[in-house]
């Protein structure tokens, strides 16, 4: 009777190991097939030599220290208020150079030293800047809309070169503020990049 007493003890605690072996840890992750894991999103990022999180960072990082060191900010009696265009993109990749834009917007209002104002889909730069405030109608939220101190537009070329052991590009990702009532260029500056990588082992 003893033996099938403790034989039926083992029994039922083999099946709560066996059901805790399947549930898994109780830690709240969700897991999938493949191996993730999170990693350090300021980290140096060298996958490969097309544009990556290190350039964003560090082009968006210079540009917002360099505006923000501008008489035209730094020595502004009152917050000017800025509208950011598009930054063109004029490589052989595709680079969501909104990306840029949004970062450099989010730095600059953490700053509290700029105001920003909406962007308008169908303004073409300083032109169509300086055609809006004059033909705003007498609506004061329109003024408002209408009434930007500068403008910040920009680009992104890249000249890449390659020899049977070597992938070299270069970026060159230039930024200027403009006054869009007298069409002055007031400030710009610009970020160079150069990444190179050897030849892999099967093909590039």
């Not at 840890?25 to 350090?40: F, L």
């Not at 308008?120 to 109608?137: G, H, P």
């Amino acid at each position: 009777m003893k033996y099938r007493a403790y034989a039926h003890i083992a029994a039922l605690f083999a099946l709560v190991l066996l059901l805790a072996a399947c549930g898994g840890p109780q830690t709240g992750r969700v897991t999938g097939d493949g191996e993730v894991t999170y990693d350090d999103s300021q980290a140096e990022e060298t996958v490969t030599t097309g544009w990556g999180s290190t350039d964003l960072q560090t082009t968006a990082e210079s540009m917002t220290q360099s505006l923000l060191a501008s008489r035209w900010i730094a020595q502004a009696e009152s917050q000017p208020k800025i509208r950011l265009r598009e930054v063109k993109n004029y490589t052989d990749e595709h680079i969501d150079t909104k990306g840029i834009t949004d970062k450099i917007r989010v730095r600059l209002l953490r700053s509290g030293s700029v105001r920003f104002l909406a962007d308008e889909s169908n303004l073409d730069d300083v032109f169509a800047e300086r055609d809006l405030t004059e033909t705003a109608t007498t609506r004061s939220e329109n003024k408002l809309l209408a009434d930007t101190d500068y403008i910040i537009t920009g680009a992104v070329r890249s000249i890449r070169k390659r020899t049977k052991t070597v992938g070299d590009v270069f970026y060159q990702i230039t930024l200027e503020m403009t006054d869009p009532q007298s069409g002055e260029i007031v400030w710009a500056d610009e970020q160079e990049i150069r990444k190179r990588t050897t030849k892999p082992k099967i093909g590039w």
